[in-house]
């Protein structure tokens, strides 16, 4: 089934006179990859929780599928979208399979136990993420990388329409980074919509169907539009305070971003 969720006017603070943002729209579909990027401090993960009803703004409304947001049962809104923090402490001891298990909950009765069919999906999701070697491992012991990708797993295994991620990249290596933006693209190729805060400018220009830039100045989303829209050498510098470099992969032919020296002296124009 195809979703939408989308947000209007969004203003929050987290305290009186000091805004995260005033008014940001932004919109979740399905069948794309959305990203959000800017830099440190710039509100992409309040804007993400505020899209997954954890936090409530002051103005604005969050719709899903033209609802309000704050409507939904929690298992009805859960089954629907998921969320995965920028960091999580577990506070009991589980194995990784236990954990990606407790994905399931939406499906699953108060009372009633797993069935055959849960565990299949948690063992899927488990490959998707290459994390079935570490099924019985007890997830505190986990490097931060592995940790995310089981984390991944559990959320996939809710078998949400729409995924809400927070840098769900940030400690993995090259090889599971692309792993997994690949994964997401596929999954928004199958019907999915992804919203997904990343740093990886290269990442996020190769793998997202459209992106919102945040900044720590503007109060509302300072570009919107497809990768080459926005990830622009103007917008950039402006949104990071730093002269970046946009350029052209020479194999991929996606776009290549780089941060310039500060100190270097940019070459003379001829
Ligand atoms: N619980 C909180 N209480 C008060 N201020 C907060 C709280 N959480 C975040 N902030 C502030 O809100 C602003 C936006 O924070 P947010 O975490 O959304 O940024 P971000 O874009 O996700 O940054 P990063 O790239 O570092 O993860 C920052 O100035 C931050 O200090
Ligand atoms: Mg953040």
Same mark, same amino acid.
């Given at each position: 089934m195809s979703h939408?969720?989308q947000a209007?006017?969004?203003a929050f603070?987290y305290?009186?006179?000091?805004a #995260?943002f005033? +008014?940001? !729209?932004?919109t979740v579909?399905s069948?794309?990859? @959305?990203?959000?990027?800017g830099?440190n401090?710039?509100?992409?993960?309040?804007?993400? +929780?505020?899209?997954c009803?954890l936090l409530?703004p002051?103005?604005?409304q969050v719709?899903?599928?033209g609802r309000p947001l704050?409507?939904? +049962?929690?298992?009805?809104?859960a089954?629907?979208?998921?969320f995965? &923090?920028?960091?999580? !402490?577990? =506070?009991?001891?589980?194995?990784v399979f236990?954990v990606? $298990?407790?994905?399931?909950?939406?499906?699953v009765?108060s009372?009633a136990?797993?069935?055959?069919?849960?565990?299949? /999906?948690?063992?899927? $999701?488990m490959c998707?993420t290459?994390?079935?070697?570490?099924?019985? +491992?007890d997830?505190l012991?986990?490097s931060?990388?592995?940790?995310?990708?089981?984390?991944?797993?559990?959320i %996939? =295994?809710q078998? &949400?329409?729409?995924?809400?991620?927070?840098e &769900?990249?940030?400690? %993995?290596?090259?090889?599971?980074q692309?792993?997994?933006?690949?994964?997401?693209? *596929? %999954?928004a190729?199958?019907?999915?919509g992804?919203?997904?805060?990343?740093h990886?400018?290269n990442?996020a =220009?190769?793998? $997202?169907?459209?992106?919102?830039l945040?900044s720590?100045e503007?109060e509302? #989303?300072?570009a919107?539009g497809r990768p080459g829209?926005v990830? @622009?050498?103007?917008?950039l510098? *402006?949104a990071?305070?730093?002269?970046?470099? /946009?350029s052209?992969? &020479?194999i991929?032919r @996606?776009? %290549?971003? @780089?941060?310039d020296?500060?100190?270097?002296?940019?070459?003379?124009?001829?």
């Amino acid at each position: 089934m195809s979703h939408r969720l989308q947000a209007e006017g969004l203003a929050f603070s987290y305290e009186a006179g000091r805004a #995260v943002f005033t +008014r940001v !729209d932004a919109t979740v579909r399905s069948g794309e990859v @959305t990203g959000i990027v800017g830099p440190n401090g710039s509100g992409k993960s309040t804007l993400l +929780r505020v899209l997954c009803g954890l936090l409530t703004p002051q103005h604005g409304q969050v719709l899903l599928d033209g609802r309000p947001l704050a409507s939904f +049962r929690s298992t009805e809104r859960a089954r629907t979208l998921a969320f995965l &923090p920028q960091s999580v !402490d577990p =506070a009991f001891a589980l194995t990784v399979f236990e954990v990606v $298990c407790l994905g399931r909950y939406p499906h699953v009765g108060s009372w009633a136990g797993l069935r055959a069919q849960d565990r299949d /999906v948690a063992r899927r $999701c488990m490959c998707d993420t290459e994390t079935e070697q570490l099924a019985s +491992r007890d997830f505190l012991t986990l490097s931060g990388g592995e940790r995310q990708r089981v984390l991944l797993a559990s959320i %996939l =295994a809710q078998e &949400p329409d729409l995924l809400l991620l927070d840098e &769900p990249t940030s400690s %993995l290596d090259i090889h599971h980074q692309i792993e997994i933006f690949a994964l997401l693209r *596929r %999954l928004a190729s199958s019907g999915f919509g992804v919203a997904v805060v990343t740093h990886d400018l290269n990442l996020a =220009a190769r793998y $997202c169907d459209r992106l919102l830039l945040l900044s720590t100045e503007a109060e509302s #989303v300072l570009a919107e539009g497809r990768p080459g829209e926005v990830l @622009t050498e103007g917008l950039l510098s *402006r949104a990071y305070a730093a002269r970046i470099l /946009v350029s052209q992969h &020479p194999i991929t032919r @996606t776009l %290549l971003i @780089t941060a310039d020296d500060p100190g270097r002296e940019p070459e003379a124009v001829p």
